[in-house]
């Protein structure tokens, strides 16, 4: 089984800061890695996901994420962050021989101006 | 494309009473999930369909919950009698044939107080 740390629960921020999200894995197999973000009142919905190849992601609102096998880490960052990027955001994990996805507890971004 | 549709988004109930809440799944999707978030923590699964069959359910307390997804589309979750511990977001998922590559689409979830 897989299993997901998400090493921060709240980040704040300035607005045109950068910043960056922790997410550590553990699993026995090879993984596939997703972050998903939730939006004030809205569902989650999917970020980025890292499935094979270039271990560097990149989402279209200029996140992205770099898998790291040797540390077990994805972690999410994006240069200069706005206001609109105030979400909660998770990281989940599935193993190649495991269909189900496990999310870490979540790390709440607010962006102050 | 219309995503995934969840009734109600809100229920306040008291303990010993039962509940339930409805999924339509996005069109075409084969599997479909339910999710339990506690406050504080991510979702964690509780029941995932193919079709209208059951994958996996490990994770679903059969002495009070259960879940159906009659002809293969849309799906109801029941509790029945609720506790305290119940009170959550009850989140609804699809994904196209359920693979772990796969992106799950979620809906806006139910949020349930248990007084």
């Known amino acids: 089984a897989q299993s997901v740390t998400q090493l921060d629960s709240q980040v704040p921020v300035f607005e045109e800061a950068p910043v960056e999200l922790r997410c550590n894995y553990s699993?026995?197999?090879?993984?596939?890695l997703f972050w998903y973000v939730q939006y004030p009142n809205q569902g989650l919905q999917l970020l980025l996901k890292y499935l094979s190849g270039s271990t560097l992601v990149e989402s279209i609102n200029g996140f992205e994420a770099e898998f790291n096998k040797s540390q077990t880490s994805f972690h999410l960052r994006k240069p200069s962050v706005h206001i609109s990027d105030t979400a909660e955001y998770f990281c989940a994990v599935s193993g190649s021989n495991d269909y189900k996805l496990s999310f870490g507890a979540g790390t709440t971004v607010t962006v102050r101006a | 494309e219309a995503g995934v549709a969840q009734s109600p988004r809100y229920k306040i109930i008291e303990k010993r009473q039962s509940v339930a809440f409805w999924c339509n799944p996005i069109s075409g999707h084969a599997t479909l999930y339910w999710y339990q978030q506690i406050l504080g923590q991510g979702p964690k699964l509780l029941i995932q369909?193919?079709?209208?069959?059951?994958?996996?359910d490990s994770q679903l307390p059969k002495d009070r919950f259960s879940a159906e997804r009659l002809k293969g589309v849309d799906s109801t979750l029941k509790i029945q009698p609720a506790k305290l511990e119940d009170s959550a977001v009850y989140l609804c998922?699809?994904?196209?044939?359920?693979?772990?590559?796969?992106?799950?689409?979620f809906g806006p979830g139910t949020r349930l107080l248990v007084l």
């Open positions: 369909f193919q079709n209208n069959g059951v994958v996996d």
């Open positions: 699993s026995s197999v090879s993984v596939y």
């Open positions: 998922a699809s994904s196209l044939d359920g693979g772990s590559q796969e992106t799950q689409y």
